[in-house]
T-cell receptor, first 114, second 115 residues
Framework: KAGVTQTPRYLIKTRGQQVTLSCSPISGHRSVSWYQQTPGQGLQFLFEYFSETQRNKGNFPGRFSGRQFSNSRSEMNVSTLELGDSALYLC?????????????FGDGTRLSIL | DAKTTQPNSMESNEEEPVHLPCNHSTISGTDYIHWYRQLPSQGPEYVIHGLTSNVNNRMASLAIAEDRKSSTLILHRATLRDAAVYYCILRDINAGGTSYGKLTFGQGTILTVHP
């Protein structure tokens, strides 16, 4: 069974640009969550999508957005990139949105802002 | 979210058991205890979770104190591949809204395994 797939694995952008990251969840999983990991702040929750609807959002500015498609694949977008957006962006999926379900993570997209 | 406290780091020797502690004195009756680990250059990996009773799976065992204010993740025979950051996380089974799909990670315990 294929795991969570994130593309691209590495990305380099410059300040002011925008970026779109992609996540394909495990087949049959309908919930997708996104996290940002930095050395200073650790792992922080960005948002969660279930059945194409954003169910929850972390404490990030509006420059961070996402969406989910009917096949459960998800994308996140960051506009007007800042140096502080350099991070590992992780996607996780689970069958539904219940808090008793393990989340399965991809290996992330490492975004570097120059 | 209820908070957890873990030691910053622990060390072990290969093929020896490892006991990773987690304190959660403010745990509520509907909080499940979840453990994840993150190996270098990888995303976090689910390890195990439980509510009240001790739990076992192919990766580890979870021992939960009778008052549920602490728990211990047990790796029965550590291997070099078990070197990772281990996170203890509480998830309220009844919470909705602002907890949908959200794992609240602390700093975790860095486990070093010596050959």
């Amino acid at each position: 069974k294929a795991g969570v797939t994130q593309t691209p694995r590495y990305l380099i952008k410059t300040r002011g640009q925008q970026v779109t990251l992609s996540c394909s969840p495990i087949s049959g999983h309908r919930s997708v969550s996104w996290y940002q990991q930095t050395p200073g702040q650790g792992l922080q929750f960005l948002f969660e999508y279930f059945s194409e609807t954003q169910r929850n959002k972390g404490n990030f500015p509006g420059r961070f957005s996402g969406r989910q498609f009917s096949n459960s694949r998800s994308e996140m977008n960051v506009s007007t990139l800042e140096l502080g957006d350099s991070a590992l962006y992780l996607c996780a999926s689970s069958p539904t949105t219940g808090n008793n379900q393990p989340q399965h993570f991809g290996d992330g997209t490492r975004l570097s802002i120059l | 979210d209820a908070k957890t406290t873990q030691p910053n780091s622990m060390e072990s020797n290969e093929e020896e058991p490892v006991h990773l502690p987690c304190n959660h004195s403010t745990i509520s009756g509907t909080d499940y205890i979840h453990w994840y680990r993150q190996l270098p250059s990888q995303g976090p990996e689910y390890v195990i979770h439980g509510l009240t009773s001790n739990v076992n799976n192919r990766m580890a065992s979870l021992a939960i104190a009778e008052d549920r204010k602490s728990s211990t993740l047990i790796l029965h025979r550590a291997t070099l591949r078990d070197a990772a950051v281990y996170y203890c996380i509480l998830r309220d089974i009844n919470a909705g809204g602002t907890s949908y799909g959200k794992l609240t990670f602390g700093q975790g315990t860095i486990l070093t395994v010596h050959p």
